[in-house]
């Protein structure tokens, strides 16, 4: 872990330097290395998100067809969506690890 890192999870640390203006020196933690699976794991989910990026934009399969043409035409082009459409999606994520 970095020194910025561990500074930044040092919470007893940064109250100690806030609230009683004592120095702020960070507790050492260990790092933890990268494990093939970990590497592989999210090397595979770049590549799979890819291809269904790749695959969805060309040509839609026939079952998703339905979903993709209601999305396409959801999104207006005006800039406003530019914004409301990754708001959707991070709200979205946050609720699926919210329910997890």
Same mark, same amino acid.
Do not use: I, K, Q
């Given at each position: 872990?970095?020194?910025?890192?561990?500074?930044?999870?040092?919470?007893?640390?940064?109250?100690?330097?806030?609230?009683?203006?004592?120095?702020? #020196? %960070? /507790?050492?933690?260990?790092?933890?290395?990268?494990? @093939? +699976?970990?590497?592989?794991? !999210?090397? =595979?989910?770049?590549? *799979?998100?890819?291809?269904?990026?790749?695959?969805?934009?060309?040509?839609?399969?026939?079952?998703?067809?339905?979903?993709?043409?209601?999305? #396409? %035409? /959801?999104?207006?082009?005006?800039?406003?969506?530019? @914004? +409301?459409?990754?708001?959707? !999606?991070? =709200?979205?994520?946050? *609720?699926?690890?919210?329910?997890?």
């Amino acid at each position: 872990m970095s020194h910025t890192a561990a500074l930044f999870v040092d919470h007893r640390g940064y109250a100690s330097a806030a609230l009683d203006g004592g120095p702020w #020196r %960070a /507790a050492s933690a260990p790092l933890e290395p990268w494990t @093939a +699976a970990g590497v592989l794991g !999210g090397a =595979a989910g770049v590549v *799979l998100a890819a291809l269904v990026a790749v695959r969805l934009r060309h040509r839609a399969p026939r079952v998703l067809r339905p979903v993709t043409s209601r999305l #396409r %035409a /959801a999104h207006s082009g005006h800039v406003g969506d530019y @914004a +409301a459409w990754p708001t959707a !999606g991070v =709200a979205s994520f946050g *609720l699926l690890l919210f329910t997890v």
